[in-house]
Nanobody, 121 residues
Framework: QVQLVESGGDLVQAGGSLRLSCAAS????????MGWYRQAPEKERELVAVISSGGTTEYADAVKGRFTISRDNAKNTVSLQMNTLKSEDTAVYFC???????????????WGQGTQVTVSS
């Protein structure tokens, strides 16, 4: 089994910054992709950013230029630096990981429990 533990959510004023972190633990061979989704009240969960094990990144248009995703492959961690936060960034942020348990195995998708980010205007 794999556990993803997030941290860093908080209440912050518009224009401020936060850093979210997520650590994956378990019998992991590799994690081809890790990233973050978010879900605002009464809205669908949406992709925020994703990073491959090779460092390739992808961002939602709404956060490009403000958020930066990074990861430490040796520690199985992923972070999201969020700058110039806006009220519309308010949401529960979920870490996810596509985990492989062996060299030739398929990947399985895991989610963290979520961390609340609230941006006050």
């Amino acid at each position: 089994q794999v556990q993803l533990v997030e941290s860093g959510g908080d209440l912050v004023q518009a224009g401020g910054s936060l850093r979210l972190s997520c650590a994956a633990s378990g019998s992991i061979f590799s994690i081809p992709a890790m990233g973050w989704y978010r879900q605002a009240p009464e809205k669908e969960r949406e992709l925020v950013a994703v990073i491959s094990s090779g460092g390739t990144t992808e961002y939602a248009d709404a956060v490009k230029g403000r958020f930066t995703i990074s990861r430490d492959n040796a520690k199985n961690t992923v972070s999201l630096q969020m700058n110039t936060l806006k009220s519309e960034d308010t949401a529960v942020y979920f870490c996810y990981a596509d985990v492989r348990f062996s060299y030739s195995g398929l990947t399985s998708h895991y989610w963290g429990q979520g961390t609340q980010v609230t941006v006050s205007s």
